[in-house]
């Protein structure tokens, strides 16, 4: 790559569309946030019908403080994507075997997008039949480190790997998305991701 | 600002907050795109109630030619912001006195906020009650420059200035949102932008 990159250039970035794979589909389990593997979904344009992150509105929480917990708000966080790629990068270091999708809250996983946690907001990842808009990063959260502690090390006390994950996970955890197109989707399908334009805002 | 910026630092920006003003408030009118001003609006979740973009899924149209026409598709467009200096530089680039926000079918107008077309989405627009979701640019249309050619020159004949609009407001035309709080938002009320970390995405 060329050193005389303008700082202009480095600002914003054209179009961009990448191919992926969709290798495996989870719907939720018990306890909270595990899921379990199935080889579809049916999704409609308030997610994964049944389920605890469907609807186009849901209950403030703790990742909202400056709202009253429990206000109604716009969802946003109707389907969790995270990649096989990542998921290596966090267990390598959390020095762990391995990070399954499933204990985590994970519905999808892909392989072949790279730095998935990194797609911007409005990102379209793009199945045959439904359409996903990326909303945002996911925040690695506690709840999901006591999963992952129950399954590696069941006997340990809290203050390890239920740590470890929300430290080790950062940038790594996946993005939060809201269908824009229903349809059935199917593990093992090719996605295409369509990055829209890029340009760094700065109020300066 | 030093001439040895890395690259690195150049690709992402951290949080940012800015302060701007919610200059005046707009609601739909005929002939379609137009609004009229208004002192407050009532937001729901949806929308504005009772107005054509109301609503948590719309019917899909020729911005969306990937899909077919009619389609009932995730919104995205409740909400249309634009900005007093982008309306600005608007009507300078098209050598016009004025370009209306009532007339190119604006709800809101900011001042203060640079760059509004180019906040990312995501990005929070922050009322003392309610709260909006940037959830794109907005694509200048010759429905809003016939619009214009109605009101700055009603005799010409089509290829005049409904044409200059779309080519000359590219990047100037503001962005549509999302309600994400509900609540009545007010004209001349103080308003916070709050704008994520952002990083580029390169698929390379």
Redesign the interface.
């Known amino acids: 790559m060329s050193l005389e ?1 303008s ?1 202009a250039a ?2 914003s ?1 054209p179009a ?1 569309v ?1 191919k992926g794979v969709c290798e495996a589909l989870f719907v939720e389990a018990e306890p909270y946030p595990e899921t379990q593997a199935v080889a579809e979904i049916a999704l409609d ?1 308030q997610g994964i019908p049944g389920t605890r992150h469907y609807g ?2 849901r209950k403030a929480g703790p990742r909202e403080p400056w ?1 009253g917990r429990g ?4 969802s ?1 966080r109707q389907i969790t994507v995270i990649s096989r790629e990542e998921l290596s990068a966090i267990s390598a270091a959390m020095q762990v075997a391995t990070v399954a999708p499933e204990w985590i809250g994970a519905n999808i996983v892909t392989s072949g997008i ?2 998935l946690t ?6 379209r990842i793009v199945f045959a039949e439904a359409t996903l ?1 990326v ?2 990063p996911n925040a690695p959260c506690r709840i999901a480190g006591k999963a992952i502690a129950r399954h590696l090390s069941p006997d340990s006390a809290p203050g390890g790997l239920d740590l470890a994950f929300p430290a080790k996970a950062k940038g790594l955890r996946g993005v939060v998305a ?5 349809g059935t989707i199917r593990a093992g399908e090719a996605i295409t991701v369509k ?2 334009p ?6 300066g």
């Open positions: 990159i700082a480095l600002r970035l961009q990448t344009l186009f509105t709202y206000m109604e708000m716009r946003g790279p730095h990194l797609l911007p907001a409005g990102t808009v909303e945002a809201t269908v824009e197109r229903a990055v829209p890029q340009t760094l805002w700065q109020s």
